[in-house]
Each structure stands twice: as C-alpha cells, then as structure tokens.
C-alpha cells in the first residue's frame, strides 16, 4: 500500500498526445464550426452526394458486411465489457481503480452525446424512405424541433462516438489486465484497439446511410474531445474514500 501522507501531492494530469489543450480547442472549434455551417444550411451538397454514391455502391454482400462490422460502435455492449473488464482487473488487483474510468466514460458520454442529438434534432437519411416520411430536403436540416425526439436525433453520431470512448478505455484496461497474467500489451496493439474499431463504425455507419457524413465526423470529433478528457485523468491518484483504503492501489502505474 502506498504511504499517506498529512498533506496530498497536487494530482497531476496524465499526458496525451498531442500534448497540450491546443488540440482539444481545435476539435471543439471544429464540431462548433462545423454545427454553425449545418445550421446555416452548408455541407448539405457534400452529405448528399456521399449517402448516393453509397446507395448506387451497396450490393448485398457488402451491406450485410457493413451491417455486421457496425456492431464494433453499439454503445451497450462496450459499456457492458468495459465495466466487466474494470471489474475483472479490480479482483485481480484488488483495488476499486479499474473501476473508475467506465464509470466516468458512461457518465460523460450520457452527458453530452443523448443532449447534444436532441438538441441539434437532425434527422437521419433514411426518415426520406421511412417513418416519418419527410421530403429528401427536410432531412438535411439541424433543429427540426417539431419532429419526435426519435425520429430527430442523428447529430452527432453515437456510435463514433461511443466507439473511440470505449475503445479507449478497453485499451487502458488492457495493459493491466494482461499484466496480472504475467504478459505485457505491444504498443502496436494498444493502437490497433484504439484506431481501428472507431474508423470501421465511421466507414460503415456512413456507408450504409445511417447517418450522413457530417453526423460521422462530428462524433468523430465529439468522441475524440472525450476521449482526451478521460486519458487525462490520474486514475491512480485520485482521492478515494477511507472506506477503500484496502482497495486503494494503483493500477496503470502498479508493477
């Protein structure tokens, strides 16, 4: 157990890359601009012309593949295996830590992507062929505030977003995990975990007309915000509870 002493070092920040907020101020400013230029009625063209290319590009084989590769961005099951990993490292390691960052990817995901769809109320390409029915036109627009919720929350997407959260978050979990069975994770495969699921749910999302390009990018953007949010965090050095004190270990930094 760590020693304790009368007064608590200032937590320090764990380091991302890029380093520095500079990049996190680029991806807000641009998920605002690129809602401000939605809102405006620009980039209208651009989703357009992707979701027809990919409608006149989607044989069967490949819409069933996409359909099945989509799965990689459900938000339930990546919570659900997210939160039993954390536990499953915490028995190992004995302490409650593990535990913290699915905890905190659900709450900020809640937060921020379910408001922020129902506030930009978008709806997605298919409400054209399906309920409810609107004009091509009117399915490009933000803020059709008039629609039911349900059929209007396309804006950013989940699933991008969900994806680079909670893939992240695996990744953090991965290392330790491996580590209490006496193995180590490559570099290159904490990338792979990383990387290559969110540009899978990206591709197949857009391709097969679940949401226009913009929404895809927009979680994209949203999801990477969050993600750096997260990363940042001192898991191991956050104050818990005297209640835990015999659960309180480190887990990124244990040996």
Do not use: C
């Not at 601009?33 to 409608?55: K, P, S």
């Not at 989607?58 to 295996?81: S, V």
């Amino acid at each position: 157990m760590r020693e304790t002493t009368g007064v608590r070092e200032k937590l320090r920040l764990r380091p991302v890359r890029p380093a520095g907020w500079w990049f996190d101020g680029l991806l807000l400013a641009t998920l605002v601009g690129l809602t401000v230029a939605l809102a405006t009625g620009h980039l209208f063209g651009l989703d357009r012309a992707v979701l027809d290319w990919a409608a006149a590009h989607r044989p069967a084989a490949a819409r069933w593949a996409a359909m099945i590769l989509n799965f990689l961005g459900q938000g339930t099951p990546l919570t659900l295996l997210a939160a039993g990993l954390g536990v499953l490292v915490a028995v190992r390691l004995r302490t409650v830590r593990p535990v913290l960052p699915p905890v905190a990817a659900f709450v900020l995901t809640t937060l921020t992507i379910g408001p922020m769809k129902v506030w930009t109320a978008r709806p997605a390409p298919s409400a054209s062929t399906k309920e409810p029915f609107l004009p091509p036109d009117q399915t490009l627009p933000l803020f059709q505030h008039d629609l039911p919720v349900r059929f209007a929350q396309s804006y950013p997407s989940g699933h991008v977003a969900n994806a680079i959260v909670w893939y992240g978050v695996l990744a953090l979990l991965l290392a330790p995990l491996l580590r209490t069975f006496g193995r180590t994770v490559p570099p290159r495969l904490v990338t792979v975990v990383r990387v290559l699921p969110p540009l899978i749910v990206v591709g197949t999302t857009t391709y097969l007309g679940w949401h226009w390009l913009t929404d895809s990018v927009a979680g994209l953007l949203l999801g990477l915000l969050l993600d750096r949010l997260l990363h940042r965090v001192p898991w191991d050095e956050l104050p818990l509870p005297g209640a835990l004190r015999k659960w309180d270990r480190p887990f990124i930094s244990a040996p």
